[in-house]
């Protein structure tokens, strides 16, 4: 994606906001332009009406040069006197130029807001999928998709809404103030002077109600949090008969939020018709006032007209102003949460890292490993997984198994001190993450599906494969048979908007998947877990034919299962207890014989009760 | 979310107002204020602008200041008229909003509290969560704000229309002339808009999904190594989106546009035709300047009367659900005589409630699920005297949790009885059934609050002494111990704060403290770290010892200790019998237990 930074770059506020708008800023920019032709084209109708009213019906001569002389070219004040719909068409035409502005402002506008939301959403899905797995795992996915949407809206709003709206208010007082000045500026000074009150005012109300509004969302939010809990533990309110309580606990937290909701909207009404007050006041005042000076002389009736409407025109704008800016205060927060996104480095290859053969010898040698300071979960690890082979590997949960995986494929970095894992003699650390991934298949127990249809999952690795193809994996997965069993067969779409498959069929499209990778080395982590003992074996069977030359890994607790491994190896709380064939281990009468033992009398059904 | 965006025209009589009577009435009063005042309102907002005609024609074209003082007082008087009348229509409006929104979130939950567990089977925690909260802000909002806008703006088009064609009827027509056209401009793009509207949030909705996915995938992207396909059919949703929404805007640009057209034109007539009449001398220039503000004026509340319509139509889905919701009727409801020996839900009659002694008797059952097609049971038999333990097992979905559903009477059989006590349990009341039932669920589910309220939360005045016995008896003091405020730390939303292996042994403390005669659980399949899982099975014992108790079990322990074990496969009982009975019989039950048995043998070698 040519969308992404460069991997060492770490942003400011306004260099990522900067780096967002690339692509959209010149529709920013043609949105304020068109934003200040409009409110201009618009400002030219009241000198119409003055006009009209002063020269046309009055016969004062005209003020201005900039209406005396088209007026001149429109045949004069007399012959407009005689035509006067000369004026209503150039009302008219002014109005269609001033439509045409606003369509362009209105679209110039929602493209670069679009734009830009576009950019920020590609951008950051982008990077989310390049940084660590270790990142991922650090993070709550709530709060990182929160901050993937609801973050990138304030922040577009930000941006497209309230910066352009500050740009618009402060273009329509500056020409308004302009015209205003031009006709008395006596009085312009007296419609300037409520300016700062009204602002003022609007501002601080403004701030205030931001609290006031967090407050009611958070009581909002105890009140749908209640709910929610009732709903999920319907059945334990049920159980312990206390739907009662429950009805009682909702209704006080309901109370309260109305409560406090009824405060806020008294503050609100309070709010609004205050404002309604002063600004009410500031145009009674300009329009007393204006009379006033329009009786001694000072202004005509045509410009009293104008002048008025010029104020009309600036107030409601400057009243929005207060509350703009207490939003904008808000945006912020939600651009530096992006930034702590956009700021976390992704995982790189070095230049002259390798891409070598997959099916050589994987070594581990010396492997110790930590997730977190101190706690090892791997200690001193060694072993050999021969190429073309099969290697296996049993250890209880948390013995450290998937985490040797995780090394495998680099989705945790071993660090310099931890020892060294190498396949075909390259270490891993020196091998394109891509090419490494994509040449181990791997099938964990809880495997994870995405929302299309099965093919798509199946063949979500290998992009134009044939039905057949996806089928014939799918068969060797023991699935075809349950797939044909769904309505929609393959297209059957997986998760929520679909089907919910049981942890056995999820496994077994997960293999079916690894399957079509036909990937060198193959893991199967805890993989025919949910699957019952004859499945296992069916499919392993079949497998085993597709085994072919590929290094394979099988993680597993079932005997029958890792018996017929090439070379077992027993891991015990991050250490190897014991490794070896089969028999090597058997003869050894360790963990690995108390094992089988087990398992062999349980299969025979003749086991004692421990 | 999927079925909602599917419904979204619905048609409801009279916009649905009637079955919002109900909730309508107490705010009646309010409602006839907002609307008197409403009306008042407008009415000052249409005589504002006469001011400014007085003004030119009284002092400006006279070129005289008589009548100033008064004039001033007026307009004062006026603005102070307008800014009362406005903060108690404003008022009004918050007022019927809250409180209706109020009144039908405590509707639906209170009802909610008496359904049938079926109706939650069948209905995701989602859907019906939007009903409380969601449903009910949008009609709150629309009987107040959607209504008052309707008002509001139809009273000012017609006081204007009144006031021109009073002082000018000639030019007042000018005016209205191209009312309609705006009408119509309005209707065309409102309702294009909604569509797009609708489609945007699908599609918003689609990039949040994928998002989602994109996260909690992450794992299986990297090692598939298909993050660019990821990247690229994510990016191909927001284009679409992109596209749709500048489609959107350019519809939206051209209806505001068009909309500000109009209003230009109108004034532009008035200017044309008010110009001829006034050199005529047969009108005053503030007569004509009063007609431009009104032309101006005119067209945006038409916009704003065709979006409040608009409105109205889009929140038919939303009564529509809230109503059904409403009248969603419970499939297991306790009888009139039942109700009035021992109180409904609300209301329990708990002096004339029976102790209960736990024998349980199936006779001849036969049940199928409401939404199901298949008899699950047919011609069920079974006696579970008092002390007994009946432990369920199965693959999981084989339908284990039948059985508990009947027993606890959150389904009914279809045919048949099912005896407590020897008495049908329909004889007696659900709330006393369940308050003589303890009940662990596989997955813990604890509210948000202490852990001292949780541990009371099936018997509120425990006291301290009980909480801390029943507490020691699953072993989870150290839990206790562990956290910084002990019994009043908070646990967090559905006890997010605490393990799941803390949430298990919490919730058997709870259920050991509310002392029942009848234990359901449904044994956890989660790992938990050895310590836990030893107390737990401890805890699990102590349970059942001496109670009645049926166990959807996964534990051995459990399963070989129980004096009846059922297995369940399909969704039918297909083996009964003790352990060893059902060893020797070599069937389901066998291979069943030798799998667990070979996996909890090896965990607890390697361990």
Known sequence: MNAQPSPKKRFSKSSMLLFFLRGSKRFFVAAVLFSFTLTLLEMLIPQIVSFTIDSVIGNKAPSAAWIAVPAAWAGGVDFLRAHVWVLALAVAAVALLAAGAKYLNLYCHDKAAETLMCRMRDTLFAHVHTLPYEWHNRHDTGDIIQRCTSDVDTTRNFVAEQLLLVFRIVILMFLSFFFMFRILPKLTLVAALSIPVIFLYSVVFSFKMTKRFTACDESEGVLSTIAQENLTGVRVVRAFGRENDEREKFERQNSLYTTLWLKLCRLLTLFWTMGDLISGVQVMLVITLGAVLAVRGELSAGQYIAFVSYNAMMIWPVRQLGRVISEMSKAGVSIDRIRYIMNAPPETDAEDDLCPPMDGDIVFSHVSFAYDQGQEVLDDVSFTAKGGRVLGILGATGSGKSTLMHLLCRLYELPQDGGDITIGGVSVRRIRRGWLRSHIGMVLQEPFLFSRTIAENIAITSEGLSHEEIRAAAQTAALDEAVCGFPRGYDTVVGERGVTLSGGQKQRVAIARMLVQKAPIMVYDDALSAVDAETDAAIRREMTKHFGSATVVLIAHRMTTLMHADHIIVLDRGRIAEQGTHDELLARDGIYRQIYDIQMSAAEGGQNDA | ?607
Request: glycine content about 6%; charged content about 20%; proline content about 3%.
């Open chain 2, 1 to 607: 979310m999927h079925e909602s965006e599917q419904a979204q025209y619905v048609r409801l009589k009279h916009f649905g107002i009637p079955r919002l009577l109900p909730y309508l009435r107490p705010y009646r009063r309010v409602l006839w204020l907002m609307v008197v005042f409403a009306l008042l309102g407008s009415l000052t907002d249409v005589l504002i602008p006469l001011f400014q005609r007085h003004a030119l024609n009284a002092f400006v074209a006279a070129q005289t200041l008589r009548g100033l003082p008064l004039f001033v007082l007026l307009y004062v008087l006026l603005i102070l008229a307008q800014v009362a009348v406005n903060s108690v229509t404003v008022y009004a409006a918050c007022h019927v909003e809250l409180c209706t929104g109020r009144d039908m979130k405590r509707a639906s939950f209170n009802h909610l509290q008496t359904l049938s567990l079926s109706y939650f089977n069948q209905n995701s925690v989602g859907y019906v969560h939007a009903r409380i909260m969601s449903d009910t802000n949008r009609i709150g909002s629309m009987v107040s704000w959607s209504f008052l806008e309707g008002l509001w703006n139809i009273a000012y088009l017609v006081g204007a229309a009144a006031v021109m064609l009073a002082l000018r009827p000639t030019l007042a027509l000018f005016v209205l002339v191209v009312v309609p056209v705006a009408v119509l401009a309005s209707a065309y793009f409102q309702k294009k808009l909604v569509g797009l509207n609708r489609k945007t949030r699908e599609l918003n909705s689609r990039i949040t999904g994928q998002f989602n996915e994109g996260i909690t995938g992450a794992k299986t992207t990297k090692t598939l190594v298909t993050e660019g396909r990821m990247v690229s059919d994510f990016s191909r949703t927001t284009a679409a989106m992109k596209r749709l929404s500048v489609h959107t805007a350019q519809t939206r640009a051209l209806f505001y546009t068009i909309i500000s057209f109009t209003a230009s034109v109108a004034m532009a007539l008035v200017l044309w035709r008010g110009s001829l009449i006034t050199m005529a001398g047969v009108m005053e220039i503030g007569t004509l300047s009063v007609f431009m503000s009104y032309a101006l004026g005119m067209m945006e509340p038409v916009r704003w009367l065709v979006s409040a319509i608009a409105n109205l139509v889009t929140v038919q889905v939303n009564v529509e659900r809230f109503t059904r919701l409403m009248e969603t009727r419970c499939d297991v409801t306790d009888t009139p005589e039942v109700i009035e020996k021992y109180g409904d839900v609300f209301h329990p009659k708990k002096e004339n409630w029976e102790p209960l002694h736990g024998d349980v008797e199936f006779q001849d059952v036969y049940f199928k699920y409401p939404d199901g097609e298949e008899y699950v049971l047919e011609g069920f038999n079974l006696t579970v005297p008092q002390g007994t333990n009946v432990a369920i097992v199965g693959e999981t979905g084989a339908g284990k949790s039948t059985l508990v559903n009947l027993v606890c009477r959150f389904f009914e059989p279809t045919a048949g009885r099912i005896l407590i006590d020897g008495r049908d349990v329909r004889e007696r009341s659900q709330l006393w059934l369940h308050s003589h039932i303890g009940y662990v669920l596989q997955t813990p589910h604890l509210f948000s609050g202490t852990v001292l309220e949780n541990l009371r939360y099936g018997k509120p005045d425990a006291t301290m002494e009980e909480v801390e016995a029943a507490v020691r008896s699953v072993q989870a003091n150290s839990i206790i111990s562990r956290l910084e405020k002990g019994y009043d730390s908070q646990v967090g939303e559905g006890g997010d704060l605490l393990s799941t292996g803390e949430k298990q042994l919490l919730s058997y403390a709870r259920a050991i403290l509310a002392d029942p005669r009848i234990f359901v659980l449904d044994e956890a399949t989660a790992s938990v770290d050895t310590v836990t899982e030893k107390r737990m099975q401890e805890a699990t014992a102590r349970l059942m010892k001496g109670r009645t108790s049926f166990v959807i079990a996964h534990r051995l322990s459990t399963i070989r200790e129980a004096d009846l074990i059922l297995v369940v496969s399909d969704g039918k009982i297909i083996e009964r019998g003790t352990h060893q009975e059902l060893l020797a019989q070599q069937g389901a039950y066998h291979a069943l237990y030798t799998r667990q048995y070979e996996e909890e043998a090896t965990k607890r070698v390697l361990d």
